[in-house]
Nanobody
């Protein structure tokens, strides 16, 4: 399974970005998909996850209301829409695939390479 994240970039505070993660190699629709992020000097942290049907979504408490995770199983792609971005959202964002809908990184078997989001004036 290969995961390719994209969509990061430089955005001003209050702006929006949509990250994408394209998955290839196995049956995408059977994987739970998650997004994690890692800021410089900090540990990797959970952002959002979506079940393989899309019926269950988890969000980090600090991100509720600003983020929307979605997936298109026909396109083998998961998305993370981020609104009202803040300086503290600056991080490398990683997508991951695994068997269970969880906020813990351990169960995710496959990881993408990360896409950098920088929130700055």
């Amino acid at each position: 399974v290969q995961l390719q994240a994209s969509g990061g970039g430089l955005v001003q505070p209050g702006g929006s970005l949509r990250l994408s993660c394209a998955v290839s190699g196995r049956t995408f629709s059977r994987y739970v998909m998650g997004w994690f992020r890692q800021a410089p000097g900090k540990e990797r942290e959970f952002v959002a996850a979506i079940s393989w049907t899309g019926g269950r979504r988890l969000y980090a408490d600090s991100e509720k209301g600003r983020l929307t995770i979605s997936r298109d199983n026909a396109r083998n792609t998961v998305y993370l829409q981020m609104n009202s971005l803040k300086h503290e959202d600056t991080a490398a964002y990683y997508c991951a695939a695994g068997p269970v809908t969880t906020d813990q990184p351990g169960p995710y078997n496959y990881w993408g390479q990360g896409t950098l989001v920088t929130v700055s004036q």
